[in-house]
T-cell receptor
Framework: SQQGEEDPQALSIQEGENATMNCSYKTSINNLQWYRQNSGRGLVHLILIRSNEREKHSGRLRVTLDTSKKSSSLLITASRAADTASYFCAIETGANNLFFGTGTRLTVIP | EPEVTQTPSHQVTQMGQEVILRCVPISNHLYFYWYRQILGQKVEFLVSFYNNEISEKSEIFDDQFSVERPDGSNFTLKIRSTKLEDSAMYFC???????????FGPGTRLLVL
């Protein structure tokens, strides 16, 4: 399977805490992207990390990529109740199509 | 900020009927995609489209599915004879050629009865 797989499947934290989600995959990739989805809504692109990059930051988001372990992590610092959503990793292989994981459901408790 | 839009937001149809889902890409985007998400499951790639032809399609995208860009702006997904298992959220995504990021529309929720 080319798809990414996230863990944990669900994560519940207190507001202000950090949230870490992991993604593993099985094939070679061009890049890995993280998306957010509020319940029943569309997918919002958060951040993209290329295969030759190891770490990227965007605001409160920090993404790491370890191509030797075929894994990535998404860290959300100082979480807010509005961060409650499902988070998906998606890998892009040579065909430019995205293969999504099953997602991590994050709940931030105010 | 420009957005991908999709219509309708919801569609209910009878099994065997044809449906057309529409997407308006961001204006300077050249690559177009359809994905679907069955309730509670992962987002699945259906098809990619560039330069007025299909670039790639998945196993899901069988002969019942077709895509076109009839007027140079709208990008449509047609399901010729819907089945119960076609019930899902269908997402359109587009991207500019020189960037990898795909921008997703809000989706069309299709329910086949």
């Amino acid at each position: 399977s080319q798809q990414g797989e996230e863990d944990p499947q669900a994560l519940s934290i207190q507001e202000g805490e950090n949230a870490t989600m992991n993604c593993s995959y099985k094939t070679s990739i061009n890049n890995l992207q993280w998306y957010r989805q509020n319940s029943g809504r569309g997918l919002v692109h958060l951040i993209l990390i290329r295969s030759n990059e190891r770490e990227k930051h965007s605001g409160r988001l920090r993404v790491t990529l370890d191509t030797s372990k075929k894994s990535s992590s998404l860290l959300i610092t100082a979480s807010r109740a509005a961060d409650t959503a499902s988070y998906f990793c998606a890998i892009e292989t040579g065909a430019n199509n995205l293969f999504f994981g099953t997602g991590t459901r994050l709940t931030v408790i105010p | 900020e420009p957005e991908v839009t999709q219509t309708p937001s919801h569609q209910v149809t009878q099994m065997g009927q044809e449906v057309i889902l529409r997407c308006v890409p961001i204006s300077n985007h050249l690559y177009f995609y359809w994905y679907r998400q069955i309730l509670g499951q992962k987002v699945e790639f259906l098809v990619s489209f560039y330069n007025n032809e299909i670039s790639e399609k998945s196993e899901i995208f069988d002969d019942q599915f077709s895509v076109e860009r009839p007027d140079g702006s709208n990008f449509t997904l047609k399901i010729r004879s819907t089945k119960l298992e076609d019930s899902a959220m269908y997402f359109c995504a587009t991207r500019v050629g020189y960037q990898e990021t795909q921008y997703f529309g809000p989706g069309t929720r299709l329910l086949v009865l």
